[in-house]
């Protein structure tokens, strides 16, 4: 029996690492930790999710004020549910399909099978009216089995990545079951209004869910009313902004930038290793700069740094390859004992240091072909603490609808990109404040603390 709890967030991952040496559990860095500890604190409340390892299931126990409790995944599962169905079915469908999704029964039953267990160990944990707090696409099924069992509990469902238009959602086989596992909570928030119109299409097509004259934003299924909201997340504008005033951090974004000259310019990409953060497109554009404006180019270089993610998956496998090869080439056609036109690092970072690398980017790329939001754009804009730097944001980010001074592109059209780049790194300082400044301010307001209080109060009004 778990411990009860008015509260209960549900997420696959528990926010806590194991580090095996130290023998403890960390907490996990990020945004969404940051603003929802405060929260389970105050409410002693409960995060339900997995630890990271297969078949591993230690019983509730307590951390940095949180009350963790861990659903156990088999190894096969995790083949199953979370490399398959999460990973090689949902990631690439919602993400406009730009790797060809795989659909597979013997994917789906586990995933079934795991969401059931998870809406279990809600049901065990929840107080009698209690509220629950449901995280992203590898849990869709949990509102729907949770009404199920406990019909009268607050259910919430956040999608941390973007739901697809209905044209495409419409291949998964699985597509009402669903729908209707999501129409199970009382509020839907998703990243942008476009995913909140391509969920409602979907629903109303596909799951017979009604829209109630009069009342916008909502729709009913079952005789039940479902909020939807866009409720677009946000960064700890305050943790970034007071990491880059340290003389520490100052001093490392110093190093760094004395260690790229003779290059007049940093451009930086922060990124996860995944194909959807168009890395590999952001690369042929750079060498696109050298080939068209050698000059303005050689004046550069491009620091990417990226976090090893899903290795086992073959397309990430892939991507990594892609990428190696393409810094590979731009340094041996561009490069020469005295510069190095690509910098590249394959590493999880420390907080500080990534701080200290947005602190010293004069030009930030991200580029992603699709995605929920993107945190680092974000990140980048908190960590500026004056008016310079630029941002050069994908379109088809989530971020791009509130990011709008950026210089939007789209990262197919390489051309575009290069030429995008040579005016990046050849703007002028009044023309470049004269973007960052709204930016900063826009991040300054929303933060990731605006983010949750929106949620709850929607979720709890
Ligand atoms: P996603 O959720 O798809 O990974 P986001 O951009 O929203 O994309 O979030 C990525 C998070 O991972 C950010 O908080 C970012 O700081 C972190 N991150 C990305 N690359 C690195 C890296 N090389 N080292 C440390 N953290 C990283
Ligand atoms: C994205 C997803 C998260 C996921 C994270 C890392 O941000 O929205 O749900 O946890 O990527 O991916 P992983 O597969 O390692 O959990």
Redesign the pocket.
């Known amino acids: 029996m778990n411990p009860a709890s008015d509260f209960v967030m549900v997420a696959n991952r528990l926010p806590v690492s194991r580090d095996d040496e130290a023998d403890r559990w960390v907490t996990s860095p ?1 945004g969404l930790v940051s603003a929802l500890v405060p929260i389970l604190t105050a409410r002693e409340g409960a995060w339900i999710g997995w630890t990271g390892a297969p078949d591993d299931a230690p019983p509730p126990f307590e951390h940095d004020g949180m009350r963790l409790i861990p659903v156990p995944l088999t190894a096969e599962e995790l083949e199953s549910y979370y490399l398959g169905f999460c990973n090689n079915t949902l990631w690439p469908l919602y993400h406009n399909a730009i790797r060809t999704p795989a659909y597979h029964r013997h994917w789906w039953r586990p995933y079934q099978a795991v969401n059931a267990r998870f809406a279990e160990a809600v049901a065990e944990t929840l107080n009698p009216g209690g509220t629950a707090w449901v995280h992203d696409y590898q849990l869709q099924l949990v509102p729907g089995s949770l009404r199920s069992l406990r019909p009268e509990v607050t259910i919430g469902f956040f999608l ?1 990545i973007p739901f697809p238009p209905v044209e495409l959602f419409a291949y998964l086989p699985w597509r009402t079951s669903v729908l209707r596992g999501l129409l199970g909570s009382d509020v839907l928030a998703f990243q942008t209004e476009q995913s909140v119109t391509n969920f409602r299409d979907a629903a109303l097509r596909y799951a017979g869910a009604t829209e109630p004259p009069g009342r916008e934003g909502e729709l009913e299924f079952e005789g039940r009313r479902v909020r939807l909201q866009w409720a677009p997340i946000s960064v700890d504008a305050d943790a970034f902004e007071s990491a880059a005033g340290r003389p520490a951090v100052i001093d490392s974004a110093e190093r760094l930038r004395e260690r790229i000259r003779p290059a007049r310019k940093l451009m930086l990409g ?3 290793l ?1 194909y959807t953060k168009g890395i590999d497109h952001r690369l042929r554009a750079v060498q696109t700069f050298h080939e068209r404006h050698p000059e303005a180019a050689r004046d550069t270089v491009l620091l990417q ?3 090893p993610s899903r290795e086992e998956v073959i397309q990430y496998a892939e991507q990594r390859e892609r990428v190696e090869r393409l810094v590979g080439q731009i340094n041996g056609e561009h490069g020469d004992p005295g510069y190095t036109p690509v910098v590249y ?1 394959y ?3 420390g907080f500080e240091e ?1 701080v200290a690398a947005y602190l010293a980017a004069d030009v930030m790329l991200v580029t992603p072909l699709a ?1 929920g ?4 754009a974000k ?1 980048y804009i908190a960590s500026r603490t004056s008016d310079d730097g630029l941002l050069v944001l994908s379109e088809f980010a989530g971020a791009a609808a509130e990011l709008k001074e950026a210089l939007l592109v789209n990262p197919l059209d390489l051309d575009g990109l290069a030429e995008t780049l040579l005016y990046a790194v050849t703007i002028s300082r009044e023309a470049s404040a004269s973007r960052m400044r709204p930016l900063r301010q826009t991040v300054r307001e929303y933060d990731v603390y605006r983010w949750s209080r929106n949620c709850l109060e929607a979720l709890e009004s």
């Open positions: 990020g941390h922060v990124d996860r995944d740094l990226a976090v690092m590493r999880h970072l990534l995605d939001m993107n945190l680092v990140e």
